[in-house]
């Protein structure tokens, strides 16, 4: 059984003349706890992919199953329990207001635990934060604090499936280094399946297995990571990427 | 080769409730015509410095410096009404996102051509001229439609290159980019470097480029400055950046995750609290 299967996906925005076709026909599968990640520039349509999922971008057609079975509109509780969203600006993503133990025990009682105290603690701590940070409200913690948070709260339901929107590009390189090591260890903890986006090759490189490249609404090409590696591409688009990622690596 | 710009023992001070915040400690360096990047975390007093040269430290904050003179002559005695004479014409600055530094309801060509006539006594139709010439310099295929655009009718990677036409056309000494490319994307990026390099080089300016990108600034840039905590703590040839020594400059190229060598786990930085007491290092 695979955890995300996405076959001829079609999203778009707008209605007749001012109809943008954001995804075109985009198929992709990624089995019960695998990484997937998907890559493109912006307005590649690659995020519309994850808001297709969650059920944030209402026009779409084709068939999305998630661990084998095709979603409701709406999504269903059971739903949002099985699969969780990071966003991409943690400044953006939790509310100002909330303390940490506010959005945490939220989202917990919305999906009807009833341990909420112990839970809480448990995923602090889970996230490599301690029990001093519970208390606190979002700006009294730094961008990288913020995201383990909006981590934190996606684990919260105990999904399955984590979609992850550029979980890294608003941080600096030093704590996503810290951030993908913690990613790292929370999949193979939890048997989590992934699903990333990032415009960026060597974090896709070092989180997933598979990637997918997106250009301009469309699918141009899958391919392992070890094919990745070694410039193992057909397509030019793919490859003009990888020169442009390797080269400024290289310095 | 000649200094363009002398920064000595620059200070950059916010008064707190709980003391003194010492944002940007005691830096100092020289500019020829050459590029010199800048790089750090964020917090680290990279675009303080940069906002210091042009003293657009609003109060309270406070700037102290031993010496900060370009070409020879002093900035910091300078009145705010001189200082306006300096912003622009001798020293611009490009900000990170053009969709918040770009005037959201006045044209571009508008926009560009008030920059021109701000410092240069020229007749309409001839800062038009020059707007548009300014336009197609930086790779913009038809200058004047453009010209009649408005920012939001502009993609990310259209507004920059107009806010570096908008920042070159009155034929600045030095130019100061911060963070000029980290909203753009990757292919666009290098594009809008290229540009830069070029406009920078055939009008001989000095070019201060702040990011955070290790891997850009080192094959961008000729010389790089690392700050850490408001202080230098390396400065190094750009190329020879991969031979850096101090711990800190290591622990962010190590912390990178690199296509060709792939590993299980990234290293991460260990902060030795020695590092921000050090001296700083003159560049």
Known sequence: MNGIEIEGLNVWFGDYEERVDAVKGANLSVPKGGSFGLVGESGSGKSTILRAIMGLAPTWSGKIDILGKPVETPRSRDFYRAVQMVFQDPYASLHPRHSVDQVLSETLSLHGFSDIDKRISQLLDDVGLGPSFRFRYPHQLSGGQRQRVAIARALAPEPQILLLDEPTSALDVSVQAEILNLLTDLRAEHKLTYLMVSHDLAVVGHICQDIAVMQLGEIVETLGVEDMRAMRTTHPYTKHLLESSLQSAAG | MSKLLEVENLWVKFPTR??????????????????????????????????????????????????????????????????????????????????????????????????????????????????????????????????????????????????????????????????????????????????????????????????????????????????????????????????????????????????????????????????????????
């Not at chain 2, 109060?59 to 200082?83: F, H, N, Q, T």
Request: glycine share 8%.
């Open chain 2, 18 to 283: 709980n003391g003194v915040f010492d944002a940007v400690r005691g830096v100092s360096f020289s500019l020829g015509q050459e590029r010199l990047g800048i790089v750090g975390e964020s917090g680290s007093g990279k675009s303080m410095t940069g906002r210091a040269i042009l003293r657009l430290i609003r109060p309270p904050g406070i700037v102290e410096a031993d010496k900060l003179a370009l070409e020879g002559e002093d900035l910091m005695g300078r009145s705010e009404k001189e200082m306006r004479k300096v912003r622009g014409q001798q020293i611009s600055m490009i900000m990170q996102d053009p969709k918040f530094s770009l005037n959201p309801v006045m044209r571009v060509g508008k926009q560009i051509m008030e920059a021109y006539r701000l410092h240069y006594k020229v007749s309409k139709k001839e800062a038009k001229k020059k707007t548009l010439a300014m336009l197609e310099a930086v790779a913009i295929r038809d200058p004047e439609r453009v010209y009649r655009m408005f920012p939001h009718e502009v993609s990310g990677g259209m507004g920059q290159r107009i806010m570096i036409a908008m920042m070159l056309i009155p034929d600045p000494k030095i130019m100061i980019a911060d963070e000029p490319t980290s909203a753009l994307d990757v292919s666009v990026q290098m594009q809008v470097l290229e540009i830069m390099d070029k406009l920078v080089k055939d009008r001989g300016m000095g070019l201060i480029f702040i990011s955070h990108d290790l891997n850009l600034v080192s094959s961008f840039c000729d010389r790089v400055l690392i700050m850490y905590a408001g202080r230098v703590v390396e400065t190094l040839p750009a190329d020879k950046l991969h031979e850096a020594q101090h711990p800190y400059t290591r622990g962010l190229l190590n912390s990178l995750p690199r296509l060709d060598a792939p590993r299980d786990r990234l290293e991460v930085l260990k902060r030795d609290p020695a590092w921000a007491k050090e001296e700083s290092v003159s560049g």
